[in-house]
Antibody, heavy 120, light 107 residues
Framework: QVQLQESGPGLVEPSETLSLTCNVSGGSINSYYWSWIRQPAGKRLEWIGRISIGGNTNYSPSLKRRLTMSVDTSKNQFSLNLTSVTAADTAVYFC??????????????WGQGTLVTVSS | DIQMSQSPSSLSASVGDRVTITCRASQNITTYLNWYLQRPGKAPNLIIYGASSLQSGVPSRFSGSGSGTDFNVTISRLQPEDFATYYCQQSYTTPRTFGQGTKVEIK
């Protein structure tokens, strides 16, 4: 069974860059789309964007200007860089796998989540 | 973006109750609608995909229905482990979007 694990700094200063990596184990990163999703405390889930192993990306329009995603198939990892962060970027960040079948597309595997706080 | 809204925002119920949560999309998403359960401090878990397909390993007391813009998830007999927050999510197009959540609490 595939497992996902986020890693990265838990504290980022305002105006700096938030960088996170998701390690995928127990399965190949090949195929599928790989997403980042965040959740500010007490709020709804917010999709950030996704990447395929071919490097195709789709980003949230509200974050697109500050966002870059990448994938490293040799390490079975994918990453997120969000520049010029503010307190509004404080959230629990999840990585997730998006499966696809004839019935639909859905996030069927998730990391445990990592809290990122933006503060000086 | 497609807006997703859920009702109610919260509900109180007892073990053994039948519970239904509604989700509405701002435009037609056919059956590209998923439901997740999230317990405090944990990642969401997929329970229903494609509006009505039960995810592997999820108890059969969960069921989903709907198409177009209106969807439901029903728990036929509420169990203690079902007290959590439920989210709907559309996968019709990007950006993927989620409902605001429905918190199911113990009465």
């Amino acid at each position: 069974q595939v497992q996902l694990q986020e890693s990265g700094p838990g504290l980022v200063e305002p105006s700096e860059t938030l960088s996170l990596t998701c390690n995928v184990s127990g399965g190949s990163i090949n195929s599928y789309y790989w997403s980042w999703i965040r959740q500010p405390a007490g709020k709804r889930l917010e999709w950030i964007g996704r990447i395929s192993i071919g490097g195709n990306t789709n980003y949230s329009p509200s974050l697109k200007r500050r966002l870059t995603m990448s994938v490293d198939t040799s390490k079975n990892q994918f990453s997120l860089n969000l520049t010029s962060v503010t307190a509004a970027d404080t959230a629990v960040y999840f990585c997730a796998r998006e499966g696809s079948t004839t019935e639909g597309r859905y996030f069927d595997s998730w990391g445990q989540g990592t809290l990122v706080t933006v503060s000086s | 973006d497609i807006q997703m809204s859920q009702s109610p925002s919260s509900l109180s119920a007892s073990v053994g109750d039948r519970v239904t949560i509604t989700c509405r999309a701002s435009q037609n998403i056919t059956t590209y609608l998923n439901w997740y359960l999230q317990r405090p401090g944990k990642a969401p878990n997929l329970i229903i995909y494609g509006a009505s397909s039960l995810q592997s390993g999820v108890p059969s007391r969960f069921s989903g229905s709907g198409s177009g813009t209106d969807f439901n998830v029903t728990i036929s007999r509420l169990q203690p482990e079902d007290f959590a927050t439920y989210y709907c999510q559309q996968s019709y197009t990007t950006p993927r979007t989620f409902g605001q959540g429905t918190k199911v609490e113990i009465k």
